[in-house]
């Protein structure tokens, strides 16, 4: 009996649903009878104006024509863009919501903007935020253009900002993409604990807030005055200001007036504030907005971070120092800035704050700070900064929000005897300037260069003028390098700069010409017409082994290669790459081009990696019999030349040692996995080293085959 009654169940079921959805949608969206005018003209449209809880919706496209805009559906985004030419106007529409963006400023509709029909609706009140007059009569709407030149307020810091500082490069992002922070915090529960961070202190919310429209407003009397905003009530008004920003909000109203460094404009809230149980009850993601702090969720702690935004960045010189300028409405605490990809990018971490929407990426016109790259990972700001060679830098917080600044660094000390005179070349990272003065007893040259950060070691020269170099990090804050020369007699000398960060001295020899330790000049015209190959491990998508603060072997050895190519061509040697840039080239085209090539000698160039952090030093491999005597020579001059422990030569059967027909070997001048070796391998002066001491042997190498 009771399966006969479950069809007429069913039955009633669907009848129940199909009458309660005829009853219930068609009341929330109506068909209307208005029509719509424009300067007073009729429009005819295809599409009906609808209302829907009580809010008239305007087809937007419908009217485009008629105001001489455009509408355009930007899909990877998924919102419009309408253009007002005469109005010179520009404003994203989201669908499905009620915020939208005037000149790059955010605003928000009374009602949802919404489809039917496959059209975009949005409440008529729209054209009052554009300036445009709306008057509703007799099932008429009229609208009007704005009555003079007055444009929609715009974000003053949409515009591009310069100043009165040297070498400042700013940039601004128009059209800025909204963000829906609805899409960032979800809806919360009124009895479960809910946390609000600002300023590192830490707020429970929980029975403290509730929705309406959709919209989280929350009693924020207590936490604004622990954070020390200031409150007054005057009338239906409340004026509130931090910082530099007051804001004034009108109760049961959307509007509010913010006032910030002499310019004003108007903004609109999605919900008014509310006065209950005589708490007030602000929209709290964008009443924080206001004073730029920005919202981010944390739902496994259940907190609200109210993060401060990066708002501008300058790039400055003070006298031979660059400045990196960072600019927060709030304190900022940056990390020492982290030297990524072999003294070519450095980033810099700046925990908990968010970057500005109108800061974007750029190249700049510096040629030692090439480029500001802006990217936002969790809760953490990074600035990367792509730089020319190594720089030492030190961060300081300050009332606006932090300092970096790049020192130079002094890399490397080359002597060369030429013309009966010794030239010593001082070469930094960067410009740098000099102080020179003599000392007695013993006899000393000091040079003392402020402001840079000394990456030398002390050593023994083999030259007639000084017995020793002692070099020194004389001062740190802020760092100075000290460089003492002990003469073994008092020589006069010149000191000029040959560029903006190469330092020379010049000490006239007396009597017989001294040799140092080096090749002599006239015999490294042994290399002319030499053929040469060099072929740099690995590269592209094999980047060979990995080391410490993410080192590749590809780049370390493609950058010696490059390096030694420079020297040996000085001496007329005919140098062939097996690869010039970061490509994947497989061991069987390496053979071949190294087989077609007709080279004399072929050195692969590698670095050493082991899974053990103390592995460390300099070795070199060879296979065939011949290899054995190029093998030893750069073994020796490498070992002598860079310091590291001396591992010795080793045979082994590597592919491009055992299929190449001619004199090779495969070099690893340091483990890239050693803290010790990877410091000075990621050093430009260290690999300008390595490069000398493998050209060195190469010379010795072809004198011996005399």
Known sequence: MKLKCIPYL????????????????????????????????????????LKKDQTIFIPLRELTATLKASLTYLRKNDYYKLTLKEQNTTCIIIPHSNEFWINNLKNFFSKSSFYHLNRLYVPLDFFKYLDFKTKIKNKNIYISAPSSKKQPASSPISKPLKSKQQNIILSSYQDAPPIDHNLLIPFLENDRSIYLFINDHQYNLARKFFYQNNVLLADLGHILKKERFKIEYKKNKIYISKKNILAIFTKNSRKVTIIKENSTKTQYLPNPIIEKNHKTYFPLIFFFEIYNLYPSWNAKQRIISMLPSINKVEIIKENTLYKLKIFSDYPIQPSKPKLYDFSKKIVLKIPNSIIHQNLKSYTTQNKFLHALNFQQNKNNSEIAINIQDSFYSTVKTTKYGADVTFYPMINDIQELIEDNKLNVYIYGSAPFNKKIFYLNNPSRLVIDIKNSYNNLESYIPLNPIYSKVKSSLHTISPPSTRLVFYLKKHTRMQASFIDDKTLKLVFPLSGKRKILKKTPVAQRGILKNKIIILDPGHGGKDPGAIGLNNIYEKNLSLDIALKLKKILEQDGAKVILTRKNDQTLSLEKRVRLINKSRAHILISIHLNSFFKSYANGVETYYFKSKDKKLASVLQKEMAQDLSFKNIGLKKSMLYVLNHSKIPAALIEPGFISNPKEVAYLKQNYFRQKIAKSLHEGILKYFLTKR
């Open 10 to 49: 069913i039955l009633f079921i669907f009848t129940f649903l199909f009458f309660y959805e005829v009853k219930i949608y068609p009341n929330e969206i109506k068909e209307t009878n208005y029509h719509i005018y424009y300067q007073n003209k009729k429009i005819n449209i295809d599409s009906p104006l």
